[in-house]
C-alpha cells in the first residue's frame, strides 16, 4: 500500500477535556498506529500568540502541551513531534501565502468574521467586514491584531510544507483545511504543480456535550467540562450536577445520552450493559450512574496522569523528543520552501 503523509496541529492553549481526547487525540492515536502512514503532529504556538497571552504562561503552557500528548500515547519514535516555531520555514511560507491569497477569502473564514461581529455586534445600518474590522480595532486594540486575520495562512503553511493526502481535524477547522487546498491550487496555477490538495479526515469524529447545557458542545471553562487533569473528587463533583433532571427543554433527554455516550467510550462492557438494562427496565438511577461513570472516567486515565507528571518532571528530555523531532520536520519543510522560492523567483 502506498506511504500517505498526515499533518496536524495541536493548540498551545489551555487543559484539554475528554471532548478533545474523543474527537481528535483518539485519531491522531489511529493515524500514527498504521504503518502506512507518516505523521506529522506540532504544537501550534505560533498560532497560541493571536490572541492576548502572557509569555510565562505560553511557555508552560506549551510544556504541559507536549507532556499531555505524549503521555496519552503520541509516540516520538513513530511520529514527528515538534514544536511550530522550531521549524521557521512554517512563517516564511505562511507569509509567501499571504502575499497570494486574498483579503475576501480571510474575511470570509468564520471563526474570524464570529470574533468581530462579537465585537461589532448592535443595531444601525449594515456595515461591511472591512468597516467591522475598523470598528473592532477601535473598540478593543487588545484582540484585534493582523495575525488573527492572517493566520489560516499560516494554517495553510504548517500543513503544505509536507505536502500531505490528509489533515486530521475537529468539525471546527475544516474551512481552514478547505482554504489550504484553494492556496494550493492558486499556487499551482500560478506558479506551477508543487503542493497536493489535502483532504480532511475525519474518522467518525465524537462530539461530547456539555455536562451544563448538553444541547451545546463542551467547551474548556466552568463545571461544564470534564478535564484530563481533573481529581476524582472533580470528576465525581462536576457528573453529580450533570442534566438529567425532566424538564420542558429537552436538555434532560440530551444529558442522559450524553452520559451514556461517555460510559460507551469509558466503561467496561459489564458495566454498559448494566446500565443499559437498567434504562430499559425503567429502574435506572442517575446518582449511581454519575458515580460509576466518574470512577470509570478518573480509572481511564491513571496511566496517563501518571506519565504526565514524570514527563514534566524531566524538561531536558521533554527538549530532547521536541528537539529531534524539529530537526526532521526541518528537512521536509525546508526541500519543500527551497522548491518555493524557486518556482516564484526569490532565489
Known sequence: ??????????????????????????????????????????????????????????????????????????????????????????????????????LGE??????????????????????????KIGIQISQNKEVANAGLLTYPCLMAADILLYKPSAVPVGEDQVQHVELARLIAKKFNGKFGKIFPEPQTYLRKPLRIMSLQDPTKKMSKTGDEALLLDDTREEIQRKLKKAVTASDASGKASAGVDNLFLLMNSFSPEKTKKYFADKQTEGLLQYSELKQTLADDIYNFFAEFREKKKELLNKPDYLAEILGDGASRARKVAGQTLLEVKQKIGLL
Open 1 to 102: 500500500m502506498t506511504q500517505q503523509t498526515l499533518v496536524a496541529g495541536i493548540r498551545a492553549s489551555g487543559k484539554l477535556h475528554i471532548g478533545h481526547y474523543l474527537g481528535l487525540i483518539k485519531q491522531l492515536l489511529d493515524t500514527q498506529a498504521d504503518p502506512n502512514n507518516r505523521c506529522f503532529y506540532f504544537i501550534a504556538d505560533l498560532h497560541g500568540i493571536t490572541t492576548p497571552f502572557e509569555s510565562k504562561e505560553l511557555s508552560q503552557n506549551t510544556l504541559d502541551i507536549a507532556a499531555t500528548y505524549l503521555s496519552l500515547g503520541i509516540d516520538p519514535n513513530k511520529t514527528t513531534f515538534f514544536l511550530q516555531n522550531h521549524v521557521l520555514e512554517h512563517a516564511t511560507l505562511a507569509w509567501i501565502f499571504n502575499c497570494i491569497t486574498p
Open 106 to 131: 480571510l474575511y470570509r473564514m468564520t471563526q474570524f468574521k464570529d470574533k468581530v461581529e462579537q465585537q461589532t455586534s448592535g443595531g444601525g445600518k449594515k456595515v461591511s467586514m472591512a468597516g
